[in-house]
């Protein structure tokens, strides 16, 4: 139940292209659902991140698109850079109490130019 | 630099040693979250403490870990006799709880520990 599973493995978009990552979970109690990069040798950074009360959340060229019913959730990363490049990685988890963030296992982007 | 930071950034050492990684977390930030990451992978959470206290512990972390928080700003985790299987990035995070935000996990560059 504490599982959140992630697809694409890998992913190759070409530049200006629309980058697409699914996730689902398991556990109901989760309500906060963020996105994180990470680049090669470096710790993830926080990208994005929903709450279950709205279905949608854009920042910039990123969104996350969030399907309660469903248990799923995805991030869409318009017009893709080169720069886009890393790993990502979506998490569930709670905003209050403790629920200890439970990650994907990980989708690498790479945008060709 | 206000983010968290963890040292050292590598560390190499033999099967049976131990080893200690350092985490000075967001100085206004009173949880501070251990993860380990293995190649390929998402980070697995090890444990975490609210201010000094430490409030939960993954079964991943074995009896050879220990993890302190002493006065409840920075934070230790501390391996004994390491093993192959050990090696990993080892990151930290801190949150600010109480306010909605404590999933809001800010990350470290992580210490990556290789064992011979």
């Known amino acids: 139940q504490q599982q959140v599973k992630q697809s694409p493995q890998s992913l190759i978009v070409q530049k200006g292209g629309i980058s697409i990552i699914n996730c689902a979970y398991e556990n109901t109690a989760f309500d906060y659902f963020p996105w994180y990069q990470q680049f090669p040798g470096k710790g993830p950074a926080l990208l994005i991140a929903i709450r279950p009360d709205v279905s949608e959340k854009k920042e910039g060229r990123f969104t996350i698109s969030f399907n309660k019913s469903a248990k799923q959730f995805s991030l869409h990363i318009m017009d893709s850079q080169p720069g886009d490049s890393a790993t990502y990685f979506c998490?569930?988890?709670?905003?209050?109490?403790?629920?200890?963030?439970?990650f994907g296992t990980g989708t690498r982007l790479l945008v060709s130019p | 630099d206000t983010g968290v930071s963890q040292d050292p950034r590598h560390k190499i050492t033999k099967r049976g040693q131990n080893v200690t990684f350092r985490c000075d977390p967001i100085?206004?930030?009173?949880?501070l979250y251990w993860y380990r990451q293995t190649l390929g992978q998402g980070p697995e959470f090890l444990t975490y403490f609210q201010n000094e206290a430490q409030l939960e512990k993954s079964r991943l972390l074995s009896d050879r870990f220990s993890a302190e928080r002493p006065k409840g700003s920075f934070s230790t985790l501390e391996i004994q006799r390491t093993e192959q299987g050990d090696s990993a990035m080892y990151l930290c995070a801190s949150s600010l709880a109480g306010t909605g935000k404590a999933g809001e996990l800010f990350f470290g560059e992580g210490s990556r520990l290789t064992v011979l």
């Open positions: 998490a569930a988890g709670g905003s209050t109490g403790f629920q200890k963030l439970v």
């Open positions: 100085s206004e930030h009173n949880r």
